[in-house]
């Protein structure tokens, strides 16, 4: 006998969803925290019993970029005991995304190792300057 995962009303002939082990009404399918309708098709997750549509299951589930704020969804780029987007963790001075090899400045700015040593130059330069 087939009830639904929601109400445990018999599904006849109407339209059902198969998700985690039961058959839901197509309106009864929802996400156990937000309680979002989850439409056939879509990605739900089932987690420890619970089931979470996409949106829930990466906010419980994946770590926050320290450079913007979001969810990281997909490729997470880890440095200063943070977690970043890799476009997020980027060079104070040139804007662009960071790699393995950069400096980290007495202020806590990260910067590529060219734009350290210009910076470095540009200081040694400024230094010699008569006021």
Do not use: Y
């Not at 910067?111 to 230094?127: A, E, Y």
């Amino acid at each position: 006998m087939n009830e639904c995962g929601h109400c445990s009303v018999k599904i006849g002939e109407e339209p059902a969803i198969l998700a985690n082990g039961k058959v839901w009404h197509v309106n009864h399918l929802l996400c156990d925290l937000c309680n979002c309708r989850i439409n056939d098709g879509e990605r739900c997750v089932p987690q420890n019993g619970i089931i979470l549509c996409l949106d829930c299951h990466i906010k419980t589930t994946r770590p926050i970029c320290k450079g913007c704020g979001e969810f990281i969804k997909t490729n997470v780029c880890e440095a200063l005991n943070s977690t970043w987007h890799p476009t997020c963790f980027q060079c104070s001075v040139c804007q662009k995304p960071l790699e393995l090899n950069f400096h980290q400045l007495p202020n806590k700015m990260c910067v590529h190792s060219n734009c350290f040593w210009d910076l470095q130059l540009r200081m040694i330069v400024c230094k010699d300057i008569p006021k």
